[in-house]
């Protein structure tokens, strides 16, 4: 057979239903004659963004696939792979390469070289009779371990040449390891006698589906539980020991019990040190449960290392704990103490939640989003900047993988492409982008794909006519030249498109246009809300 059939073959078998990219692919026309849907882009980047999401709400079970053109195709997709590379989500990158003759020839873009340093693994394919093996390293690399993009260069070149018939491909295995008994004993032990203990998730509790594990842990120790970004919705946020998730925002419930923790148990996380998240307090005894041994005492100081996945590891430690507490402790003093940390911060932030001027606050319109959607089927993604720093503190999310949370690099416009990706894996859910005029500068093109591909997301718009983040560090040139400045009619836009787009600008029309915009996605009609809101900058940080 064809090398495009077979490595279409060996994608369905591997459960790929979903090939999102933009020609010239020739991949492309061998997946859709597999059944493999094409889902053709209008930026390369968005369509990688759209793979990753298909990844991260499935739990890596089904693997998002993106192929593009060489040259200026992979290029343009270059920032894509690496938003994949610094989030850790398995995504199949298959980008078509130079002629082998000319690969290895400046300055043509060698894909496989050039994403090396930012892709989980890389190889082009230089032998038609190899491609078994290479899609077999691929997929494993995708379904085992910490995740990461993987890249499967294949030249111009080899369309034409055979692959030896029967095709010897089979899925490949998913494997999981745990960590050593003796560390896990030790674990235990610090947790049991832990005066003011806390739990840090991260996303390889989703990775993991231990979301069942991580209550139990809280609830069978009394530990109050925060995430990071990429973790939120691993812990339902309106359980009593939720102190809620943090980024660069937190709620101040967050701070607080870090900084007055004795032990602090990460579990499926990277401590990664980053802007975009939660700062570890100096000081603390730290136990740090990861898929990655590279990641242990990469930024913070671990007293035990427990390597492994998250549901195992959890598994364990619950099984060692029972040895010697054998119900559930009694969390009503450390509740009341939550309870009444959170009410403190709300009471500060509630004058901006119910904001009842215009122009609106973004706090008001993300408040009234969050309680007109039906949140048990809702899946949210914020965008970079302020949309993400309104909107993670106060959203509470009840189920896993509601929250497409993510931080540690910070491109304009991801959103849009996670809300499209989550959709067409779970298209019975609402999927919601939220983002700022800032970023749909950026991906906004791409609400033509939803529209034209049968994707009907809602994408939530916060338009404030301005780079307001910027303004304090760009005063001189805001003032002499206007440089923060940014406009556009974008509901406009959207209905140009084929799309729903509504433009509100009064507070008593939020919550009718967002019932508006439900019903329109039901129809099968992507929509965009424009909310024109004020200059809004400030967010909860630690301290406020």
């Not at 040895?323 to 009471?347: F, G, P, Q, Y």
């Not at 800032?438 to 609400?447: K, L, R, V, W």
């Amino acid at each position: 057979m064809k090398l495009g059939t077979a490595i279409a073959e060996i994608m369905k078998r591997e459960g790929i239903e979903i090939l999102t990219g933009y020609p010239v692919n020739h991949l492309i026309e061998y997946a859709a004659s597999a059944d493999i849907r094409p889902v053709m882009v209008r930026q390369e980047r968005i369509g990688v963004h759209m793979a990753d999401a298909i990844s991260r709400v499935t739990s890596g079970e089904k693997i998002g696939a993106f192929c593009m053109q060489h040259g200026p195709g992979a290029e343009n997709a270059m920032g894509g792979v690496a938003q994949c590379y610094g989030e850790s989500v398995p995504v199949l990158v298959l980008p078509m390469g130079y002629a082998r003759r000319l690969a290895n020839i400046d300055p043509n873009f060698n894909s496989s070289q050039a994403m090396k340093a930012f892709s989980k693994s890389s190889e082009p394919i230089n032998i038609a009779a190899e491609v078994c093996n290479i899609f077999r390293r691929a997929f494993t690399k995708l379904k085992n371990g910490r995740g990461g993009p993987v890249i499967v260069e294949i030249p111009a070149d080899m369309w034409n040449e055979e692959v030896p018939e029967p095709l010897n491909y089979t899925p490949v295995l998913r494997t999981r390891y745990g960590a050593d008994p003796v560390h896990v004993k030790e674990a235990a032990t610090l947790l049991v006698n832990a005066k003011r203990p806390v739990i840090y998730a991260g996303q390889g509790v989703h990775y993991a589906k231990a979301w069942p594990q991580l209550k139990r842990l809280a609830e069978r120790l009394a530990i109050p539980v925060t995430t990071s970004l990429g973790g939120k919705s691993s812990f339902p946020e309106t359980h009593p020991l939720s102190l809620g998730s943090g980024g660069l925002a937190v709620p101040r419930a967050v701070p607080k019990f870090l900084g007055e923790a004795d032990v602090i148990f990460g579990i499926g996380c990277s401590f990664t040190e980053t802007s975009f998240g939660i700062a570890m307090p100096k000081g603390k005894t730290i136990i740090h449960s990861t898929l990655d041994p590279n990641h242990i005492n990469k930024d913070v100081e671990a007293k035990i290392g427990l390597v492994g996945d998250a549901g195992l590891v959890l598994d364990a430690l619950l099984e060692e704990i029972g040895k010697t507490v054998t119900a559930d402790r009694n969390a009503s003093a450390v509740t009341e103490e939550i309870a009444a940390s959170h009410k403190e911060w709300l009471a500060k932030w509630m004058p901006k939640l119910t904001h009842n001027d215009a122009p609106l606050n973004p706090y008001r319109v993300l408040w009234d989003l969050q309680h007109t959607v039906d949140i048990h089927n809702t899946i949210i993604t914020h965008d970079a900047g302020s949309p993400r720093d309104q909107l993670s503190p106060f959203w509470k999310s009840v189920e896993p993988l509601s929250y497409i949370g993510w931080g540690k690099t910070t491109q304009l416009g991801y959103g849009l492409g996670l809300a499209m990706g989550a959709k067409l894996a779970k298209p019975d859910k609402l999927c919601i982008n939220v983002w700022g005029d800032a970023a749909i500068g950026f991906t906004g093109m791409d609400f033509e794909t939803a529209v034209r591909e049968r994707i009907p997301i809602m994408s939530i718009l916060l338009n404030n006519f301005s780079m307001a983040i910027e303004l304090k560090v760009m005063p001189i040139s805001t003032e002499k030249y206007r440089s923060t400045d940014i406009s556009g009619d974008y509901a406009a836009m959207a209905r140009a498109f084929g799309g729903y787009g509504e433009r509100v600008t009064r507070p008593e029309d939020i919550i009718p246009a967002i019932k508006r915009g439900i019903q329109k996605t039901k129809e099968g009609v992507p929509v965009l809300l424009e909310f024109i809101t004020s200059k809004e900058t400030e967010v909860s940080r630690p301290g406020t």
